[in-house]
């Protein structure tokens, strides 16, 4: 098991990620759906991208496939996820009022609707971000990131004043906080956060000491981690999807070749759950099989 999941509480399994209650019952790790996007005619990703490719790497071959114009995007109309949509956007505006309270400064990034180039959108939600942090606000909210390949939005970022560790705008830097419903950080958070801080670093010079995820339920509360313990496993990852969808990887295809969709934890959350569905039942794949586990399909498929 690697350190980076034993940090999160999380147990990693081929496949799927668990984390582990109080009460050591396993719990799914749910991400976002990634929908790799064209941005002035170029690819664009964003965190919930490179979650999805740790999930799922067929996920991304269909997104790529998608982008090519090979297969249309589903759809996915899920009311229980906008429940927890909006419950997030709850929880999320609770941290912005409790920081509010304690007196310290925010300011807001929004992306501008007036101006109708996607690119443009960003670029000046991104520079509005820098500027707020050229400016020393103690708090900036939704801040955007964007660097014509990489987009992020992080819920906060803190004001740190230290001497020993100055950005380029002076004795301050900045640090990542995130808000989450989850009882306990997960893997897929901390990864999310992790690409975030790659881009927040390149803009400030310098690498924040820590991260921060705000939870959910009753007991709640911040979470604060050392960005270090997780920067090596990041940057895998990070390599690992770059080279899935770098200009070295396979053309796109549909379907996608030789990726297979694999039955995992996200596919309760993905948009294509339908179509990797009928391709199961098509090929009348093990995993309809009730109960049978991964290892026993695996041992039944190689014999």
């Excluded at 989450?180 to 990864?191: Q, S, T």
């Excluded at 999807?241 to 070749?257: E, H, K, L, M, R």
């Excluded at 569905?277 to 026993?296: C, F, K, M, N, Y």
Aim: with cysteine; aromatic share 8%.
């Amino acid at each position: 098991m690697s350190l980076f999941w034993r940090k999160c509480g999380l147990v990693q399994y081929p496949g799927r990620t668990i984390g582990l209650r109080r009460d050591d019952r396993p719990v799914a790790s749910v991400t976002h759906n990634a929908v790799v996007q064209l941005i002035d005619g170029r690819p664009v990703y964003s965190a919930s991208d490179l979650v999805g490719f740790l999930a799922c790497e067929h996920l991304t071959a269909l997104e790529r496939a998608a982008l090519a114009g090979l297969v249309e995007r589903p759809h996915l109309d899920d009311p229980e996820l906008d429940v927890l949509r909006r419950r997030g956007e709850q929880h999320e505006e609770r941290y912005l009022e409790t920081l509010e309270a304690e007196g310290r400064s925010v300011i807001r990034i929004a992306l501008d609707g007036s101006i109708s180039d996607h690119g443009e959108q960003l670029r000046a939600a991104a520079a509005e971000t820098e500027h707020a942090m050229a400016t020393g606000a103690d708090v900036i909210y939704q801040a955007t990131f964007f660097d014509g390949t990489w987009r992020g939005h992080a819920d906060f970022l803190l004001r740190v004043d230290a001497s020993d560790r100055p950005s380029r705008w002076g004795e301050y830097h900045y640090e990542v906080a995130d808000t989450k419903l989850a009882r306990h950080v997960k893997a897929g958070a901390v990864l999310q956060i992790c690409t975030y801080i790659d881009m927040l670093t390149a803009i400030q010079g310098i690498e924040p000491s820590h991260l921060h995820v705000v939870l959910g339920g009753s007991a709640g509360g911040l979470r604060t981690l050392r960005v270090a313990d997780y920067m090596a496993y990041y940057r895998l990852a990070r390599s690992r999807f770059d080279a899935a969808v770098g200009s070295t990887a396979p053309a796109a295809s549909y379907p996608p070749a030789p990726s297979y969709p694999e039955p995992v934890e996200h596919c309760e959350v993905c948009r294509w759950r339908l179509v990797c569905d009928r391709r199961w039942r098509d090929d009348d794949h093990l995993s309809l099989v009730a109960g049978i586990s991964r290892r026993q399909r695996r041992a039944l498929e190689a014999r």
